[in-house]
């Protein structure tokens, strides 16, 4: 995978975030707060830098607890090989590869080669290296590596927008197929004091897939601001809408619930529901924390799922898992 990256790598509370070295998932249950990792073929103890279960891809040149080609300061693996979307943005599959890159391809194409060759993600029907080295040449023959496009002054001027203004700032995250990158787009009136949207920002469902209009461009998530999150909150109390302090967690959970109209007459759909009605996923940051809304539906485990910090520091690729979530690899 390519990145084009404006990194300023922070230091954050990590022991309340879900995630952690090499954006991998946290699983405390094993060793202990932060001491294994895990992914869907393989777990990491990152106090040794090994896998400690056994590689299901055997590789006679190397050892089955190898992890991160023995470079995990250099290398991401989130499952060891590279990864395929079609050109909506959808989760195919992976390849032989261990060049971690994530690919863009034709769905049809990417379909034909797994017919013929008995290839279904990443294992064959035919436990032969011929097989898998002639899928994986065919497969990265038809395809282009996506060029994430990370910047993290983008969130910081977002941020510094939405607090000058306290309004509610944001944009989406675009897959260009064309050119296979993969972007943040604002929307067209923030910094301003009108609305968090304007119609220009209006997205259109297409086979499967939402666009921005005249574009070609697929929208596989969105990010928007909350500047008063950390100081009230809304709370549907009694029939009415009012601000007043309440949990995080209470906060969380009334995004998948708020469903009313404010004294104005204009609709007030919560996050989770607009993440479910809109098929894909939705970030919202506040002064400390990310909150994600999957729009597989309410999952406690993506509120605070990082910090603003990491985020504007440029330690949370937060296009990456968006594109992840969206696609469907990623079943949050």
Avoid: C
């Avoid at 896998?51 to 991401?76: G, Q, T």
């Avoid at 009108?194 to 697929?218: C, E």
């Avoid at 007459?265 to 940051?285: K, S």
């Amino acid at each position: 995978m390519k990145f084009r990256t404006s990194y300023t790598f922070s230091k954050g509370h990590i022991s309340s975030y879900s995630f952690g070295f090499n954006g991998q998932l946290k699983d405390n249950e094993v060793y202990g707060e932060g001491n294994a990792y895990t992914a869907e073929f393989w777990e990491y103890d990152p106090r040794i830098g090994r896998r400690w279960n056994i590689d299901p891809v055997v590789k006679p040149w190397r050892s089955p607890y190898d992890a991160f080609s023995n470079s995990p300061l250099v290398m991401i693996d989130p499952e060891g090989d590279d990864d395929y979307y079609d050109k909506q943005g959808k989760y195919l599959g992976s390849d032989f590869a261990e060049t971690k890159n994530v690919r863009i391809i034709e769905k049809e194409t990417w379909n034909t080669f797994t017919y013929y060759m008995g290839v279904i993600d990443n294992k064959s029907a035919i436990a032969d290296e011929k097989i898998h080295e002639g899928f994986t040449f065919l497969a990265q023959k038809s395809s282009k590596v996506l060029t994430i496009e990370y910047n993290a002054s983008d969130y910081e001027n977002l941020w510094n927008q939405s607090s000058s203004t306290n309004k509610e700032n944001g944009g989406y995250f675009v897959l260009d197929p064309a050119e296979a990158t993969l972007s943040y787009r604002p929307w067209s009136n923030n910094g301003s004091n009108s609305a968090t949207q304007s119609s220009s920002d209006a997205v259109v469902k297409r086979n499967g897939a939402s666009y921005i209009p005249q574009t070609g461009l697929v929208v596989v998530g969105s990010i928007h601001t909350h500047p008063t999150q950390d100081a009230q909150v809304q709370a549907n109390i009694g029939g009415m809408t009012r601000f007043g302090p309440v949990s995080d967690a209470a906060s969380y959970e009334f995004q998948y619930t708020q469903d009313q109209v404010d004294a104005n007459g204009n609709p007030m759909i919560g996050d989770g529901l607009q993440a479910i009605a809109h098929d894909f996923p939705y970030f919202t940051m506040a002064g400390k924390s990310i909150d994600l809304f999957s729009q597989n539906g309410k999952n406690t485990k993506n509120n605070n799922i990082a910090s603003s910090k990491d985020l504007k520091g440029g330690a949370f690729n937060i296009l990456k898992i968006s594109l992840e979530v969206n696609g469907g690899k990623d079943k949050r």
